[in-house]
Structures are given as C-alpha cells and as structure tokens.
C-alpha cells in the first residue's frame, strides 16, 4: 500500500531514478534535433586521408663503409679512352667482326681496367642504303682514324662499296690530297691510302711529279710517326683456301663476282702489304686460315674460331695499349698534380702546333 511519501523504494520507483532518466532523455532528443539540422551539402569537402608507407632510411655510418666510385682524387687523371677503328666490308668479314666485338675487345676490356682506361671499337659498315650512306660519309671515315690509336684493317676477296663522285669532292675540300686521288675508289682504299701516303701518289703521273710525291709522302710518314702520334696498324688478309667447303651459290659472298672488281681488290692487297712492310708501326698477317663450317636458309653462315687471327690482334692491341697509357691505373693516383699538368700541357703543345705537311684537319 502506497504512502503519502511516494511509497516504499521496493514497490515503486525513486524519484532520484526518474530524474536521472529524463535527463538523459533530453539530451538524446537534444543530440537528433542537432543531428537533425547539419546536412551533407552545408559540410566543406575534406579529402580522404592518403594511405601512409613506413619510410625507410639508411644509416649515416652506412655510407661510411661503402665501396668508393673509383674514381681518382685528382679527377683530371680519371679515365682514359683507347679508340680501335675497324675497317671491314660488312658481309664476307662478319665471322671476323664477330671475333673482334664479341672477344678481342671484352678480353682487351679486362686488361684496360687496369689501367683505367675504356676501350672503344668503331666500326663505320658498308653496304648502306642511299639514305642511310650519308651517316657513314668519307669525312666521318676519315675523322675517325686520325682520332683512334690503334687501325685494323680486314680485307678479304670483296673490293667494297664505291662512294659516288659527289661525296668524294665534297671530302676533297676538307682533305686536300683527295683532290689528286683516284675518284670511283673504294672506302677502303681511302681509308688505307690516308694511314699509307706512298698510296696516294697517281699512276698516271709524270717521273718528276711522282718523285715529288713521294718526297712529300716519306715527310708524311715521319711526321705521322713523331712521338705522342704513333699509331699501331694492322693488317689482316684472309687466305683463299676455304672456299673448296662453300656452296657455289655462296661464292659470290667470298669474291667479288665483277671480274675488274676483283682485280682491283687483288691489287690493293698486294699494295698494301708492301706498303705495311716498311712502315715501322705496322703489322701484317697475311693469309690467315679459315675454315667454313656450315651455311643457313637465311643466308648467313658459320665458321671455326680463327685463333690465329685473334691470337694476332690481341697481342698487338695489348702492347699499344701498354705504350700509350704506361703511367695509367691505381698507380698514377701517386703523381702530384704539376706531373699531371705538365704532361698534359706537352700533349696539347705537340697536337696544336701547325703541321702545314699533314693531311686532313688543319687544327
């Protein structure tokens, strides 16, 4: 039975209870009504927040311990360039080139590394077509070999492409001894003929001017063997023998198929070879053996390893190599900085003097 103070706890509720109840009441309806007047539109755009990667960082010590670059402390004594022009008609000399890049230079690269010295083929390839000729022009030809220290010149049964007579006088404004020579030659010929002056001296030419010329041409080889100028040529003439083992639809790839075409390469080879002979700075290997091995469907062919050759240009490249870099590696850190601008000095002195009997650029 209920009192007049509420009754009792037990059979009713307390008045503290439903105080506490209707406030929290008040302030759920006080939150909807809030929640009730924000819309979505009237919020401003916030971008959601972009996933985030833990960053790692090196240690500052790391560095400490790091292998170095290898580069010297005095960085004008860094790394030196060794050029090799190669001079080759590109279809009957490919087993050859393949010798040349694929192991004659990786296995003369090992030995440059040394002496901090890169090694640099340059091979200028025949056989282009019209629009592609004029990327490989008598200048560019000729520009090469004054700038490489070492000349291999292959030369097979092929006489090679003929540049036409507009690129031969537009070479003979810049190399003046092109204006005498013989046009319709071969880029090889050319190229042999600016390393041997004796060979650009006319046939057809008077006893007096042809005295005259080879007067100029022994300066020309004096001059052209002076120190800090020296080169190192060489001249590789493949034998003839091989050719019982190629298929007759093949001979035409081996020996040029014009009759004249194949004097003329005769010839030049027989001219070559005694103008190599006396000229100190060269060396000739002549009939070098081959031995064809087999043909494919697609044209191209395979032939054994020609050690001999490889065998003739790896000693001859690593002994110009050791000449001209003698004081190159590890060991020239150890010269002083007068040393090296001493030498370089002479070096440029002995390029940049004026040398009105040398053939090709007049710097």
Known sequence: KDGDDGGSPLMGFSPLATEGKDRKKGKKKKKRKGADDDFE??????????ETHPIYREKKLDTIGAKKEGFPWDLRSSWQSYWIYISATSEDMLEELKLIFHHVVPELQKEANKRRVRIIPVYLQ????????????????LHEIERAHCLIFLQGRVYGDVPSQEAHDSAAEE?????NFESRRSFQEIEVSSVFPELQIPKDNA??????AHLHAENLKLLMMSELLTKRILIAQRGFTFMHKVPQEMHSVFKDPVYARDVMQRQLRTRVSKAGANNPVCDLLPDYPVEFRTAHSNGLYEMDRMAELEDFL???CREQLHQVYPNSGFGKWLRKNDDIDSTDQAVWALRARDMTMA???DE
């Open 41 to 50: 539109a009237d919020k401003p755009f916030r971008p959601s927040t972009p």
């Open 126 to 141: 025949d056989g282009l077509s019209a629009s592609e000729v004029q990327k490989c022009t008598i200048q560019m030809r």
């Open 175 to 179: 190399f003046p001894w092109l204006r």
């Open 207 to 212: 006893a007096e001017a042809r005295k005259k």
């Open 314 to 316: 790896l000693r001859n």
């Open 359 to 361: 053939h090709g650029r």
